[in-house]
């Protein structure tokens, strides 16, 4: 911490009389400054399965995150985490609790994540830099929220991607909101906005390539996770993924990861696929509903497009023709920038469930502007 010192001791000779909040925005700056270079230095080594950190969770160690949740009589009430889980590649953020405004009453939910200081004075809440990382409009979104699953005691809505609220299905208010974040740049979506802006990702390119004729359709490497609240189902890595020039389709270039012709790719789930959720003394779970935690990596090993998202098991419209005494299932997925498509099936006599088919595809537009092409 010397660096945080001597740069305030520099501020403190070059500043005058300043208005108030000077010095404590003075601080949290000389502090991210301090905290970027120590992330350069312990980081640790890059995953080859999944492109992140080695130690992407342990430096997410002093942040937290916020909820602030504003009524259409424009009241702010800002509620702090309820629980957290991490997992390989993602995090599942949760608020619950009773003093939630009335569903229709919610006009915006922003999620902040919150950099705290540590203070040697106990029962004494540490100031933080705030950063917002995601604003929820209501009004927008009831609009195409999707009903994503129920149970008993709960009906769920998916809010966007990566948003689901819980309602109370007898009296249609609040039980829990949750998010679900991909650890790909979250410190730094975390810790490296502001209270009012979120922090903006440089964009990247690939190196230029005039040579290759197939340049950003090959060499891509899949990790893909599938796990609920409390557990991970399903975890696994293919490399040397491509699309053939003659396979792009629909502005979309396929990687496709196991073929269900391909049987020595299935890989089976390791438990049943449910949502469990809690809201201070109650429990439940909703059946075939999961989370899917994608990462797909260039051929240089960088993070190309990563999701994490809520998802649904679901019967699909066909078959898979060569697995006709089973029960099937499908997973899909889609954003503006791709879609996933999982095939599961479910033998008869058997219990476990089986991944026997994944393909991932990502828009033209997306590969285009990232390896400067025109596919």
């Keep these: 911490m010397n660096m945080v010192g001597e740069m305030l001791e520099k501020s403190t000779l070059e500043a005058g009389d300043q208005p108030w909040g000077y010095w404590k925005l003075r601080y949290f700056k000389a502090l991210d400054a301090w905290n970027k270079r120590k992330w350069k230095t312990h980081n640790g080594v890059i995953s080859r399965h999944t492109g992140l950190p080695s130690r992407a969770v342990q430096m997410l160690r002093n942040v937290t995150w916020e909820l602030t949740v504003t009524d259409k009589s424009k009241n702010e009430v800002t509620y702090d985490l309820s629980w957290l889980r991490f997992f390989e590649t993602s995090a599942v953020l949760c608020w619950n609790g009773t003093l939630w405004p009335d569903f229709h009453q919610i006009s915006t939910i922003q999620l902040h994540g919150v950099s705290r200081v540590a203070l040697s004075c106990p029962g004494l809440k540490a100031p933080g830099w705030r950063s917002l990382m995601d604003v929820v409009d209501m009004q927008s979104v009831t609009k195409s929220m999707q009903d994503y699953g129920q149970d008993q005691l709960v009906e769920l809505k998916l809010l966007k991607p990566d948003v689901v609220m819980g309602l109370w299905r007898d009296q249609r208010s609040v039980a829990f909101v949750t998010f679900t974040l991909h650890l790909y740049m979250l410190l730094e979506r975390s810790t490296q906005g502001s209270s009012l802006s979120p922090y ?16 950003g359709l090959h060499g891509y490497q899949l990790h893909i996770v599938l796990h609920s609240t409390e557990c991970e189902i399903m975890s696994a890595s293919f490399s040397q993924l491509f699309c053939r020039r003659d396979q792009i389709c629909d ?17 089976p789930l390791s438990g049943n696929v449910t949502l469990p959720w809690r809201c201070e003394a109650l429990r439940g779970e909703v059946k075939n509903r999961c989370i899917m935690s994608l990462t797909l990596l260039d051929e240089f090993n960088r993070p190309f497009w990563c999701v994490s998202s809520p998802v649904a098991l679901k019967h699909p419209e066909m078959p898979l023709s060569l697995f006709h005494a089973a029960e099937h299932f499908l997973i899909h997925y889609q954003d503006a920038e791709g879609q996933v ?3 599961f099936v479910q033998m008869e006599e058997q219990k476990q469930i089986f991944l026997v088919g994944l393909v991932v595809y990502v828009t033209t537009c997306k590969v285009n502007k990232y390896f400067r092409k025109e596919y």
């Design 200 to 215: 903006v990702e440089r964009v990247l390119e690939a190196p230029f390539d005039d040579i290759d004729p197939d340049y």
């Design 341 to 343: 498509v999982m095939k």
């Design 251 to 267: 502005g979309h270039i396929q990687l496709p990861a196991i073929n269900d012709s391909c049987f020595s790719k299935h890989a």
